[in-house]
């Protein structure tokens, strides 16, 4: 399985990996925040109680973000048609494939003041019909944006690399590849292979993307996950226990 960040969209042929992917997750966050200015809707970053940084998507933002993301997932379609392959791009509401419980009271610190969010359509992953993904890998390859339905039919934003690795423990998945701008920097440095103990360490000074990936690879080799790297234009971090 392979998560493509929206920072590589325009790299796409440096990543071999993603020819194999027998299913594609993908983010959408530059994308959301470039059509965002261009709409005059302003781009709002919260730090949740844990420290994790997350889009404020308002209901004229999350609009915004449906638009952007779903484009996405068409030109990955594209890319994959053009390379021989069929894939078939889905987002959360189709077949109900994705579920996610909105966030209806949100504590994020702004400004360095906790403060309650009620009005965000962000969504927390509860359910993903692995049955109906699984019927469809054995003729295409499912491209999954992060858009989820909601308890009362409304659409949320997720986050990209929860939802791979969500994915890749309901499908029992092998390997969890991200593909990002970046490999993980240490001194300067790609970490090549990474232990989880160097991971702890790591985690103290990571953040934004990096942070919930490096979060991800850590769950995703607890739950028997064999193989978790991240790929960047750079390198290539192996996590490893």
Not at 50 to 68: D, H, K, W
Not at 69 to 75: G, S
Not at 99 to 105: F, G, N
Not at 182 to 197: F, I, N, P, Y
Request: charged content about 25%; hydrophobic content about 50%.
């Amino acid at each position: 399985m392979v998560k493509v960040g929206s920072g590589v969209l325009g790299h796409l042929d440096e990543f071999p990996e993603l020819l194999g992917a027998q299913l594609v997750v993908h983010g959408s966050s530059a994308r959301a925040d470039e059509l965002c200015r261009r709409l005059g809707l302003p781009v709002t970053r919260l730090v949740s109680a844990s420290g994790l940084e997350f889009r404020y998507t308002p209901r004229p933002v999350l609009e915004a973000y449906v638009m952007a993301t779903l484009a996405v997932n068409k030109e990955l379609v594209a890319y994959l048609a053009s390379r021989g392959i069929r894939a078939l791009g889905l987002a959360g509401p189709d077949g109900a494939v994705i579920r996610a419980r909105r966030k209806a009271l949100l504590i994020a610190e702004v400004e360095g003041v906790e403060m309650a969010i009620r009005d965000d359509f962000s969504g927390e992953l509860v359910a993903v019909d692995a049955e109906l993904l699984g019927r469809l890998m054995r003729a295409y390859v499912p491209v999954i944006a992060p858009i989820a339905l909601g308890e009362e039919h409304e659409l949320l934003n997720v986050d990209g690399d929860k939802l791979a690795l969500f994915l890749a423990k309901a499908l029992k998945a092998q390997e969890l590849t991200f593909l990002s701008r970046s490999a993980l920097l240490l001194g300067g440095r790609v970490a090549e292979r990474l232990s989880l103990g160097a991971l702890e360490e790591a985690l103290r000074e990571a953040k934004g993307g990096m942070r919930r990936k490096l979060l991800a690879c850590r769950e995703a080799l607890a739950s028997g996950i064999a193989r978790v790297r991240i790929r960047g234009l750079n390198g290539e971090t192996e996590v490893v226990p």
